[in-house]
């Protein structure tokens, strides 16, 4: 899916708060005692929010399907504390690791299979060390269907210009995207990018959660890292596995 797409991905992510987002996981990591050894990033693409952890975990295995993703992220960043894997999420186990897990930036929209969703969890679940904590965020129900819905936009960012046409039926958003990157002589190339993105309600992902073994379910607005709203857009959720109250 990414294979032109890597250069456009960094270039238009200037609006996403990485370090904002970073700074309410690691607010959790602090609430619960987490160990900041292990890390786990899910869907890592080129590190924008990675970035944030280096110096704060021993080890960070950052692991995306996207050879280019990761081929970008080791061109931005020396560290020796990051392992880059690559590898499909749905598939990767490596029980009792991690003391952290982090899936964001709606990555979990994007496994439109609800059988394969649950797969991941259980894999989180099992990924863990005891006690350890599962971070991941989802696209709201208000966003995915106001403000993506069947609607079709127009930007331009410096020397990107893109039309984005959305398509929503039966939970699904299919999103088609024109990209025209201009060069140096003033012509444009165009890299079209098709993806697509199931809704899934917030309790259908607690009862999932739940089901895989987690217990001290949270759910917060990532933006302002409070309650939900009726027009949160991105829903951050926490998760333990075991009970972390008694290590404390």
Not at 94 to 106: A, F, M, R, S
Not at 168 to 187: A, I, K, P, Q, T
Request: hydrophobic share 35%; aromatic share 18%.
């Amino acid at each position: 899916m990414y294979e032109d797409f890597s250069y456009i991905y960094d270039k238009l992510s200037f609006d996403i708060d990485y370090e904002g987002y970073a700074k309410n996981i690691l607010s959790l990591v602090d609430e619960y005692n987490i160990k900041k050894e292990n890390m786990l990033e899910l869907a890592a693409g080129s590190g924008m929010l990675t970035q944030y952890f280096f110096d704060e975990f021993k080890n960070i295995d950052a692991l995306d399907i996207s050879t280019d993703m990761l081929n970008v992220f080791a061109s931005k960043y020396d560290n020796n504390n990051v392992n880059l894997i690559y590898y499909d999420m749905l598939e990767f186990e490596n029980p009792n690791k991690y003391d952290l897990i982090v899936i964001l930036l709606d990555s979990i929209n994007y496994v439109t299979d609800q059988k394969e969703l649950k797969k991941l969890f259980n894999n989180c679940y099992k990924n863990l060390k005891d006690n350890g904590l599962l971070v991941f965020d989802i696209n709201s129900e208000y966003k995915m269907t106001e403000i993506f819905g069947s609607n079709c936009y127009v930007y331009e960012y410096e020397d990107i210009f893109y039309t984005w046409d959305n398509f929503y039926e039966d939970d699904l958003v299919d999103m088609h995207l024109n990209f025209f990157v201009e060069n140096e002589n003033g012509s444009y190339d165009r890299i079209y990018e098709y993806q697509q993105e199931r809704v899934y309600s917030i309790e259908e992902i607690k009862n999932m959660v739940s089901k895989s073994g987690f217990e001290e379910i949270k759910i917060y607005d990532e933006d302002d890292f409070s309650s939900i709203k009726e027009d949160s857009q991105r829903i951050l959720i926490s998760a333990v596995k075991g009970k972390w109250w008694q290590k404390v």
